[in-house]
C-alpha cells in the first residue's frame, strides 16, 4: 500500500463532528480497544488532520505528530492503524508471531505473509474470519511491525493445511508511510534498518522462570524456522507496489542449507539462542567494560556511518541503526547494564565531554543528537576497525575491468545565511557568509536562544521570541494587520529556521566538487511517439550530477543496443540525450544502479500510455 511515494492532494484539519465520526468508526472497527486507548491515539482536545491520496487513502493523524490511521477505500469500512499507533497501544490488534526475527526481513522489505512463515501456539491456530485486520510480531519484541488484513478464515486455512497467504500486508514498518514522518522513530533496540529481533531490555525484563519456559519454545522455533522460512513471504500480485522481495524454492536441498548457516551465525551475532552460551555468559562484563565497549561502538558509528549531512538523529535512531551494528561479534550491548542505566544519561554524559551536542524534545520526550564534534580528542585518536563487509566491498569494487568512478557520488543540501537570519549569525559568531548544513544551522539557532536565555520559564519546550529572532523567522511573512507570534515551539524551530536561509546544493564525483544555488534539479525523463509509431526516450537535467552528455550517450548505446544522440535544450542551458526505444525504466534503474542518483530526484513521464 504504501511502498511507492505518493504525494497528498490536500492536508486538512477534522472538524468536530468529523472527529467523532473518526472516533465511533474506530471504536466499532476494533473490538479491542477501550475510550482511554483511543485518548491515548486522537487526544480529544488536540488538532487532527486528515491527508487525501490519489488513489482514495486517507490517513489520519495528529497535527504536527504522527499518522495513526488510514482508511484504504476512504469510506471508512477499511481503516487500519499504523506502526505508531500500535507502538502506544500494542495490544489494539490480535497479532500473528513470526518463527524467528530473521523472517521479518521479508516483510519489512514489502512481502505478504506465508503461513509457513508463523509460529503456530501450542493451544492452536486462533480463530479469526477473512478480512479482519492483524498484526505481525517478532518473538521476544512487544512492538508490532506490519499490519493487514487475513486472507481466508482460520477453518479455510485448517483445511488447507496451513498453506498459502495468511496477511496480505497493508503497511509496515520503514515503508513510505513510517518514512514520511520527520521525527520518525524505533520503538526499541530490536528495530535495525532492515531487520527486526527480540528487544533485548523485553528480554531482560522476563523473570527466570519465564526464561526457561520458553528455552525450549525458542530452539522449536528455530528448528522450524529452518523448514518454514523458504516459503514465508509471497509477492504482491496485482497491486500498484513494486514487489522487494520474494521466497522461491526451486531447489530445497540448497536453500535450507543456506538458511542453516544464516541462523547458525544468527546464534553468535545477536545471541539469541538459548542453548549455546555467548562471550558475555561464558565472561560476563562488568559495568565499567559496558561504559567501554559503548565508547568504542560510538565512536566506531561516528567514524563509519553517522555522515553530518544525517543529522539530527534521534538517540533511538542512533543506538539501533548505528551503535548496536557496530558491536563486536558474539557480544550483547545492553545500556541498562551500564552504569548510566538509560540511553538520555549515556549520551548526556558524552555531549558533557565536547564529543556530540545534544538536545531533550521534551515533546517527543527523547534525546536528538545534533552535531559530531570531530576535532574531539576522542574522536581524532580513535582508529575504526575494518568490519567484514567493508572488505568485501572494497574487494568486490576493484573487481577487474569494473569502472566504478560514476558511483561516487555525494549529495550534500547546504544552506548560506540569508539578510533575514544574518544577525543570529552575528549575535553567536559564526560566519554570515559561510555554508551551514542542516543540523549546524539549527545548532547555531539554539546556541541563540542559551546565550540570550530565551527558554520559556514554565514550559521549556517553548522558547519566547526576541525582537531579533522573530524578524528571523517571520519578517516579511506576517499578512498585513496581523500579529507577530510571540513564542514557538523547538520542534518547529529548527526547519523554521532553516527555511529562512538561502538554499544551495554541493554535488561530490570522485574528486569534483560543484557548489550551487537553488534547489536540487531532478533528472527528467519522458518517452514520446515519433513518426511511423516509434518511440524515443529523453533524458536531461543530468549535468546537475557532473555527468557528460556525450559519455552517457555512448555508454546507453552500448547497454541497451540502439541509437542515440545530444542535443541542446531548446531555451535552456543544457543538453539533452535522445535513445531510440521505450527504455524508460531501464533508464532510470541504469542512473541509480551506476551513477547512484537517488529515487527522488528522478522524474519520470511515458506520454505513450494512454
Known amino acids: 500500500m504504501f ?3 505518493v504525494e497528498a492532494k490536500s492536508l486538512q484539519r477534522l472538524s468536530g463532528a468529523d472527529k467523532k465520526k473518526l472516533r465511533r468508526s474506530i471504536r466499532d472497527k476494533f473490538s479491542r480497544t477501550s475510550d482511554s486507548d483511543i485518548d491515548v491515539l486522537l487526544p480529544p482536545k488536540v488538532e487532527m488532520t486528515v491527508a487525501k491520496f490519489q488513489n482514495r487513502v486517507l490517513v489520519y493523524g495528529v497535527e504536527g505528530g504522527f499518522p495513526m490511521f488510514f482508511d484504504i477505500d476512504g469510506r471508512g469500512s477499511d481503516i487500519y492503524p499504523t506502526v505508531y499507533a500500535l507502538w502506544k497501544v500494542p495490544d489494539l490488534l490480535p497479532y500473528f508471531t513470526l518463527k524467528g526475527g530473521e523472517v521479518s526481513r521479508f516483510v519489512i522489505g514489502g512481502a505478504d505473509l506465508m503461513f509457513p512463515g508463523i509460529s503456530i501456539p501450542p493451544e492452536g491456530l486462533p480463530p479469526f474470519a477473512a478480512g479482519e485486520p492483524w498484526a505481525v510480531r517478532v518473538p521476544g519484541n512487544p512492538a508490532p511491525i506490519a499490519v493487514g488484513s487475513t486472507t481466508m478464515s482460520s477453518t479455510e ?7 498459502g497467504k495468511a496477511l496480505r500486508i497493508t503497511h509496515y514498518y520503514r515503508d513510505v508511510l513510517w518514512e514520511s514522518v520527520e521525527g520518525r522513530f524505533v520503538p526499541n533496540a530490536g528495530f535495525l534498518e532492515d531487520v527486526v529481533y527480540a528487544d533485548p531490555s523485553f528480554l531482560a525484563s522476563v523473570s527466570s522462570e519465564s526464561c526457561e519456559a520458553e528455552a525450549a519454545v525458542d530452539h522449536h522455533s528455530d528448528i522450524d524456522n529452518k523448514e518454514g522460512i523458504e516459503a514465508i ?8 507496489l513494486e514487489p522487494t522481495s520474494a521466497a522461491h524454492v526451486d531447489d530445497q536441498d540448497n536453500v535450507s542449507g543456506q538458511i542453516t548457516t544464516e541462523i547458525d551465525d544468527l546464534k553468535v551475532t545477536d545471541n539469541v539462542s538459548i542453548d549455546e552460551p555467548t562471550v558475555e555468559d561464558q565472561h560476563p562484563l562488568s559495568a565499567n567494560d559496558v561504559d567501554a565497549l559503548l565508547d568504542k561502538c560510538l565512536l566506531q558509528a561516528l567514524h563509519t556511518t553517522v555522515k553530518d549531512k544525517d543529522l539530527p538523529i534521534p538517540g533511538s535512531t542512533l543506538w539501533s ?4 551494528p557496530c558491536r563486536p561479534s558474539g557480544v550483547t550491548l545492553d545500556i541498562k547494564k551500564s552504569s548510566f542505566k538509560k540511553l538520555s544519561k549515556w549520551l548526556q554524559s558524552k555531549a558533557s565531554s565536547g564529543l556530540i551536542s545534544v538536545k531533550e524534545d521534551k515533546h517527543k520526550k527523547e534525546t536528538i543528537l545534533f552535531t559530531v564534534n570531530r576535532k574531539h580528542s576522542d574522536y581524532t585518536s580513535f582508529k575504526p576497525e575494518r568490519r567484514q563487509a ?9 573487481a577487474p575491468g569494473e569502472n566504478q568512478s560514476p558511483r561516487l557520488l555525494e549529495i550534500e543540501e547546504i544552506y548560506k545565511p540569508s539578510v533575514h537570519v544574518s544577525p543570529i549569525f552575528a549575535s553567536v559568531g559564526a560566519d554570515t557568509g559561510g555554508l551551514f ?12 536562544i542559551e546565550k540570550e536565555n530565551l527558554g520559556k520559564p514554565t514550559d521549556k519546550s517553548w522558547v519566547i521570541l526576541d525582537p531579533v529572532l522573530c524578524d528571523a523567522l517571520f519578517k516579511g511573512t506576517v499578512k498585513k494587520g496581523s500579529t507577530y507570534p510571540t513564542e514557538i515551539h523547538k520542534k518547529d524551530l529548527g526547519s523554521t529556521f532553516v527555511n529562512r536561509m538561502q538554499p544551495h546544493y554541493k554535488v561530490t564525483r570522485g574528486s569534483d566538487t560543484v557548489i550551487r544555488k537553488g534547489i536540487m534539479r531532478t533528472v527528467q525523463i519522458m518517452t514520446e511517439r515519433r513518426q511511423g509509431n516509434k518511440k524515443v526516450t529523453r533524458v536531461s537535467g543530468f549535468e546537475t ?6 559519455s552517457l550517450a555512448s555508454e546507453l548505446q552500448k547497454k541497451f543496443a540502439c541509437s542515440t544522440s545530444v542535443a541542446e535544450l531548446p531555451g535552456k542551458k543544457g543538453h539533452e540525450v535522445l535513445v531510440q526505444g521505450g527504455v524508460i525504466d531501464q533508464l532510470a534503474r541504469h542512473l541509480v544502479e551506476q551513477y547512484g542518483i537517488p529515487k527522488r530526484y528522478i522524474e519520470v513521464l511515458d506520454k505513450t500510455k494512454k
Open 545 to 550: 550530477f557532473l555527468m557528460d552528455a556525450e
Open 3 to 5: 511502498k511507492k511515494a
Open 233 to 240: 513471504v509471497a509477492k504482491n500480485d496485482g497491486s500498484e
Open 437 to 448: 548544513t542542516a543540523s549546524e544551522a539549527s545548532s547555531i539557532v539554539f546556541s541563540y
Open 321 to 324: 541503526n548505528h551503535v548496536l
Open 157 to 163: 486455512a485448517l483445511k488447507a493445511g496451513l498453506r
Open 390 to 398: 567493508e572488505k568485501n566491498d572494497e574487494a568486490s569494487n576493484q
